[in-house]
Every structure is written in structure tokens, then in C-alpha cells.
């Protein structure tokens, strides 16, 4: 049976209207609803299912940020993950903390924790890097499968389902494996009142990055954040002809 | 945060239909129409002036020939109310866009003795808002302008066609809410809910209509137009004649203008979804819930099995939950998480620890809460699935709440029903009971009507809490209402509208 690791991450709610900061230098977070990113989310439910079917052992959650990023633990925890770490990061530092140090902390906790399978979520929504999942396979050298739509579980394979553009491609990796998980993956559960009270008993390390020994510099540095253009107002036209006048006038047919 | 935006789209597209189906469904009419009322419940027309031509002309002169809708076709969902319980034959639809041009069509159909069916969206539940004959159908929808909204007194000024749930979207931009929320606010006007007194799923916490509108406008059926707009809390000057027009479902005047009280929007909000054993254990958890979490709760509804039936099976809604005989909703408004997260979860352990829950689930992700609203909210849609929906809407003395559930379920053993159940407003006294079947029939109505009404009357309660009183119920006004009362009320209809123009055949027997 496999020891897993999940990644979660503490994200703006995703039904939350985004607003850039004034400076441009990121998105307002004070005072708005967060949740967990919901690939990760994604990632959880699979590992849970992994142990409901006997095919995995223990599930770890890791969750790098603020106090508050234990929220997100929490949830993991009451949905069946077995044990929470928490690697502190907080302030400006969070603030730059990036995919590669993620990456370097996760390639770590794996080795500690003598771990056969991480799946993460194929990217977090607010920054939408999609990174973290592909450094941490480099770092630790083992074989990755990114957005899969499925994962079958073998004794010391894993068979993944992968969407691709028009459709799918099947690939079994050996463990140790790293898997990111896309959205058709499952359709997460509630946390049922009962988990809910079990997960508070459950245990959570914290940790920091100087523990790990990992460097957390910034390495790339945010010039501008800024809003989408905002769409153009339509226009109403009498009827058909004025409608292809126009776009003929605007080279559209 | 591009992703952001389209992990909404494919979350929304994994839980397809959602809301946009109450919307498609007023639009596709082309399957089993409802009988016309005029036939199906044998009404007589009253002596209004048949719509000719020259009325035509003068409804275009006014409003110009893209606000009078007089294609058939365009004209049927206006005559149809969305659960296809009535229809009507209207071949007038006048869609004004000011106070101005809806005094001005009054006062002419008023002069000429034209029959007017006041209408918003549509969304009522009782017959109300359609015509019964061919009255003309004088339509809110183009009279959606919000005037002002101010952050510090939190009371919006708008017009009466307003969307509820763009008054909603409006105000959160101030840090407010509408003070009402209800499963169709994505097609209800506020001029409806208000003539209606729509209740709502929070009604429990911020009161109903009566209170929280400060003022309106209103034209009478002779085309005057009465201010009553005040924007004040405060107001003991002569009598309150708003409250005349606050569910008295346009028989006594239209509204055109809407001052409403908004509360400003929770900062944090928690849902849990219980399941129960049976009707005593919702009663304690009510109890318990109104003690404990006192000024935090905001909702508080039940749904039994069979309910809970039409959105798993005929919508495909997910449960979180597996099945029980009963389910809560209860909803906090708070404007600290943290606070509002511990009193929650306290009231909760304390209550699976005492095994008066069962089961349950708790969150305040947005997203989350809405899909189990959903399976709240999204009830009315779901039964319209089963066939024809005989709808009540009682409150009862709240021992009694259930009661009326099991009694028609036995009185109705040997009839042909798909199901019979009941959900609603736990919280207020109020519950929604229905009792559906593959198709309308006569020998059902007779079994249920007056028999519901009785057993309310009975006990005590209102045959219509908060769906008002419409067409479908005037003859039974009379077991929640006293003779006097209801004198009174005919009283005051000729006073406002003598010659009976405004929605005939509704509300007074």
C-alpha cells in the first residue's frame, strides 16, 4: 500500500470577484473569501478514495503559507486526509514564495516521509503557474503524469488518464510517481459533521522552510498585475443589412 | 485569475441548468399548455370592453409598436404562469418604461372599462399574475431603473421591474443585500414581491416585506399617481397606506417605484445540511438552533425525503448527504467567521453528540453553500417534472407544522399521486406542501380542496403564508380571513379601483 501526498493551497474563493490592487503589484486579498484551490481539492478526493479502496496507507496533507493556510488543511483533513503539515511561511516572504520553492519543499517532505505517490492539483487559480507539479518530478527525479481524468492505482504502477487537447492519452508511470490532477479527475465530497470533529483531533506538524533547508529568494519578480481589457459596449442595429454593412465596413466577412 | 474565471464556467457547465432553467422554461412553451383557465375552473368574464383595434392604436401611439406585443406567439408566455397551473388568451402586452405612460394606460382602460393584468416576472404561484380572459397584460420588465442607492442609510430607490437579484448584484458593489431572497430572484421584479409580500428563505431574520419597504409609488386604476416614496425609518404621519399595496397583489393600484431598507451584506456566512430522524428532532434542533445561535441565525428550513426526491431524481442534483427521513438547512450571518464558525460548530457537536442529528455537513464556500441551496431552492422547478402540481402554502401553529403531510398522504391512499410531501420555512411556520400527479384532475382537487383549507382553518392557520391569494384561492379566503375582514377589503377595492379593472378575478371572492 502507498504512502500519498497531497498538495493544498489556500486560494481566493473562486466565486469571488477578483480585484487588482491600485499599485498593480497583485490582487486585493484583505478581507475576501478564501477556499481551497479547487484542483487540489480535486487531489484530495482521489488520495481519500485511494485509501477507501485499500490502496493507500496514509495520506498527507501539505499546505505552505500564513496561519491561515491551515484552513485549508483542515478541510483536507475532514474530508480523510490522515495528517496535516504545515510549512509556515508568512508575510513578504509568502508573498514571493514560488512554484520552485514549493516544489523543493514538497521533493523534501516526499524523501522524509518515505513517500510513493504525490497528487497535486494541476495548477493553483490565482496564479495560475502550473509548474509545481513538473519541478517537483524534476527535483525528485520520478515520473509524472500531468492532467489526469483518471488514475487506476496497480501494485507498483499507476495507470493514468490524461486529457489532452481533442481527447486522451493513457500512460503508466512506475513508482514513486507524481500525478497533477485536472478537473474531470472526481467531483470532491462534503465533509460530513463527524469527519468534520474527527479532523480537529488530527494531527499537524509545522514546519518552516528553514527546517527543510530551502532557500526561499525570489527568483522571479512580479512587474504588473492588471485587470482583462473590459469588454466593448454592443451596438443595436435596425436590421440585417446595417448588420452586414457593418461588419463588412469593420472586415469581418 | 483568468483561470478563475473559467474553473466558474466549468463548475457551473459540471452542474449544468442551474437557475437559467426557470428562464428557459417561461421561454419554451411549445409542450403541454395548461387548459384555459376560463374552462378548466368555469370562470365567467366580467363586463369589460372586448380589445379593438382603436385601443390597439392608442397603446401604440403611447408606447411606440416595439412596446405593445400583440404577435401570439410572443404573447403566450405571458399568458402561462410558469408551473403551467393557468393560462389565459390576452392579445394585448404593453411593456411601459415610466410612471408617466403607466398612468397614462390606466387612465384609459379605466375610461374604456379594459380588464389589466398587472404583471413582473412571472414567477408567482397561485394564478396571479396572468391573465384569466384576454385583460391586457401590463408588463413590468422595461421599468428596471435603480435611482439610488446610499451606503451609510442602506435604502435603494428603484423602479418596479427591477430583477431581484440585480437589485442583489447592485447593492453588494455598496456592501448591502436585498432584504429578501428567494428561488426565483433571477426572474422576480421587487414590484412583484412586493404586491405579493414574497417571503423568502430568510424572511426569519430580516422581517418581511412590511417592514422593510419604507415607501413606494403606486398609480391607481384611474391613472393617478400616489406618492408614497419616502425613504424614512421613521414615519407616523396620518395613516401608512403603503402597506395597502404590500400584498394586495395589484388589485388595488400598480406599483411603479420601490424604497427599500437593505441590510448590509454579512461578511462571513456559514450553511450546514443535516439529516434527522424525525419531526420532533427537527422541532428540538429548531429550539436549540434559536437559542444558540441567536442573532447569527438567518435561515432555518426543512425538506423531507420525498422532497428532497425531486432534486436528486428529476433534477440530478448531488446530496451530500445519504438518505434520511428529514433534512435542515441552517444558515448563519455574521460579520466574523471566526465567531460565527465556533458558535456553529458547537451547536452542532452538541447536537450529534445528543443524536438529535444524525448526520450533516457544514461549509461556508461559496460555491458549496450554493449547490446545497440549490437543492433547497431549485424544489418548485424540480416537482414541475413530476406532472401537475397541486401547491399549498399554509402556515400552522409550528407543533403542527408537519402534520397535514402524513393526514393527506392517508386521505389520498387510494388515488392515483406521485408523490406527496412537504418542505419550507421551518423557521417562520411555514411549509409548502404539495401533492403531485402524472396529470390535472378533477376527482384529486376535490379531494384535497377544501380538505387542506379545513384542516388549516382547523388548527388555525393561513391557507396562503406567503404565495398570497391570487386566482386559484379567493373562495377559500374566507377560513383565514373574518367576514368583517373581508367587507372591509371590498370596501376598499371599490374605493381604489370602482370599476374593477385591476387583476379581476383574483384575490376577493
Not at chain 1, 485509501?51 to 484552513?71: D, N, R, V, Y
Request: aromatic content about 6%.
Amino acid at each position: 500500500m502507498a504512502r500519498v501526498l497531497v498538495g493544498v493551497k489556500r486560494v481566493i474563493d473562486y466565486a469571488v470577484k477578483i480585484r487588482v490592487k491600485p499599485d498593480k503589484t497583485g490582487v486585493v486579498t484583505d478581507g475576501v473569501k478564501h477556499s481551497m484551490n479547487p484542483f487540489d481539492e480535486i487531489a484530495v478526493e482521489e488520495a481519500v478514495r485511494l485509501k477507501e479502496k485499500k490502496l493507500a496507507s496514509e495520506i498527507i496533507a501539505i499546505t505552505c503559507g500564513p496561519a491561515q493556510s491551515q484552513e485549508a488543511l483542515r478541510t483536507a483533513l475532514a474530508m480523510g486526509v490522515d495528517k496535516g503539515i504545515h510549512v509556515e511561511v508568512s508575510g513578504p516572504e509568502y508573498e514571493t514564495l514560488q512554484p520552485i520553492h514549493v516544489s523543493k519543499i514538497l521533493a523534501k517532505i516526499a524523501q522524509n516521509e518515505k513517500i510513493d505517490l504525490i497528487i497535486l492539483g494541476k495548477q493553483a487559480i490565482d496564479d495560475d503557474s502550473n509548474q509545481t507539479a513538473q519541478m517537483t518530478s524534476g527535483f525528485l527525479d520520478w515520473s509524472l503524469a500531468t492532467f489526469a481524468s483518471k488514475i487506476e492505482k496497480g501494485e507498483k504502477d499507476v495507470t493514468v488518464t490524461r486529457d489532452i487537447d481533442g481527447g486522451h492519452e493513457v500512460v503508466t508511470l512506475k513508482l514513486p510517481a507524481i500525478v497533477s490532477a485536472d478537473l474531470r479527475l472526481n467531483e470532491p465530497r462534503y465533509a460530513t459533521l463527524p469527519n468534520i470533529m474527527k479532523a480537529k483531533k488530527k494531527p499537524i506538524q509545522k514546519l518552516s522552510p528553514k527546517d527543510l533547508g530551502v532557500d526561499t529568494t525570489p527568483r522571479i519578480k512580479i512587474i504588473s498585475v492588471e485587470d482583462p481589457p473590459t469588454r466593448q459596449a454592443g451596438q443595436i442595429v435596425p436590421d440585417v443589412d446595417t448588420l452586414i454593412a457593418k461588419l463588412k465596413e469593420k472586415g469581418h466577412c | 485569475m483568468l483561470t478563475q474565471m473559467i474553473i466558474r464556467k466549468l463548475f457551473n457547465l459540471r452542474n449544468a441548468n442551474k437557475r437559467n432553467n426557470l428562464k428557459l422554461s417561461q421561454r419554451c412553451f411549445s409542450s403541454h399548455l395548461p387548459e384555459l383557465t376560463k374552462n378548466r375552473y368555469s370562470v365567467k368574464r366580467g363586463n369589460y370592453a372586448v380589445l379593438t383595434e382603436d385601443h390597439k392604436q392608442f397603446f401604440i401611439d403611447l408606447l411606440g409598436s416595439t412596446r405593445v406585443i400583440t404577435n401570439p406567439d410572443e404573447c403566450l408566455s405571458y399568458n402561462v404562469d410558469w408551473i403551467k397551473n393557468v393560462r389565459g388568451y390576452s392579445t394585448c402586452i404593453l411593456k411601459p418604461k415610466t410612471t408617466e405612460e403607466v398612468s397614462n394606460i390606466l387612465a384609459f382602460c379605466n375610461d374604456n372599462r379594459i380588464a389589466v393584468c398587472p404583471q413582473g416576472g412571472n414567477t408567482g404561484l397561485v394564478g396571479g399574475s396572468v391573465p384569466v380572459f384576454d385583460e391586457v397584460v401590463l408588463s413590468t420588465s422595461l421599468m428596471n431603473k435603480i435611482y439610488s442607492i446610499n451606503d451609510t442609510s442602506g435604502v435603494l430607490v428603484c423602479q418596479s421591474g427591477c430583477i431581484l437579484e440585480n437589485i442583489d448584484n447592485a447593492l453588494e458593489e455598496h456592501g448591502l443585500m436585498a432584504p429578501l431572497d428567494l428561488g426565483a430572484k433571477g426572474s422576480c421584479h421587487i414590484g412583484g414581491n412586493v404586491s405579493t409580500n414574497a417571503g423568502g428563505l430568510r424572511l426569519l431574520r430580516y422581517g418581511n416585506l412590511h417592514g422593510s419597504v419604507l415607501g413606494l409609488e403606486v398609480v391607481k386604476a384611474d391613472g393617478e399617481v400616489i406618492d408614497l416614496l419616502s425613504t424614512l425609518k421613521k414615519d407616523n404621519t396620518g395613516f401608512h397606506l403603503k402597506h395597502l399595496f404590500i400584498g394586495s397583489e395589484g388589485t388595488l393600484g400598480i406599483v411603479t417605484k420601490v424604497a427599500l431598507q437593505c441590510p448590509p451584506k454579512p461578511r462571513a456566512v456559514n450553511l450546514a445540511f443535516l439529516g434527522l430522524q424525525s419531526f420532533e428532532h427537527i422541532l428540538r434542533t429548531l429550539k436549540r438552533a434559536k437559542q444558540e445561535l441567536a442573532e447569527i441565525l438567518s435561515s432555518c428550513e426543512m425538506i423531507d425525503a420525498s422532497t428532497l426526491d425531486v432534486c436528486t431524481d428529476n433534477l440530478k442534483l448531488k446530496s451530500p448527504l445519504s438518505q434520511y427521513p428529514f433534512y435542515m438547512l441552517i444558515e448563519t450571518h455574521g460579520s466574523n467567521n471566526e465567531h460565527d464558525q465556533e458558535k456553529l460548530n458547537k451547536f452542532l457537536e452538541d447536537a450529534i453528540a445528543e443524536e438529535y442529528i444524525l448526520d450533516g455537513t457544514t461549509t461556508n464556500e461559496i460555491n458549496k453553500m450554493k449547490h446545497i441551496w440549490d437543492l433547497r431552492e431549485r424544489i418548485t422547478e424540480g416537482y414541475t417534472k413530476d406532472g401537475y402540481v397541486f401547491k399549498y402554502d399554509v402556515s400552522l401553529p409550528i407543533e403542527k407544522f408537519y402534520s397535514i403531510v402524513p393526514a393527506m398522504r392517508e386521505k389520498l391512499a387510494n388515488e392515483d399521486t406521485v408523490r406527496i410531501s412537504g418542505y419550507g420555512h421551518l423557521g417562520d411556520g411555514n411549509i409548502h406542501f404539495q401533492v403531485s400527479a402524472r396529470e390535472f384532475s378533477q376527482q384529486l382537487l376535490k379531494k384535497i380542496e377544501p380538505y387542506v383549507y379545513e384542516y388549516t382553518s382547523d388548527l388555525r392557520g393561513s391557507i396562503s403564508a406567503e404565495h398570497g391569494i391570487g386566482f386559484r384561492k379567493p373562495k377559500y379566503i374566507h377560513y383565514s380571513k373574518s367576514s368583517g375582514s373581508i367587507k372591509i377589503m371590498k370596501q376598499l377595492k371599490t374605493m381604489f379601483d370602482p370599476y374593477g379593472i385591476l387583476n379581476p378575478y383574483k384575490v376577493l371572492p
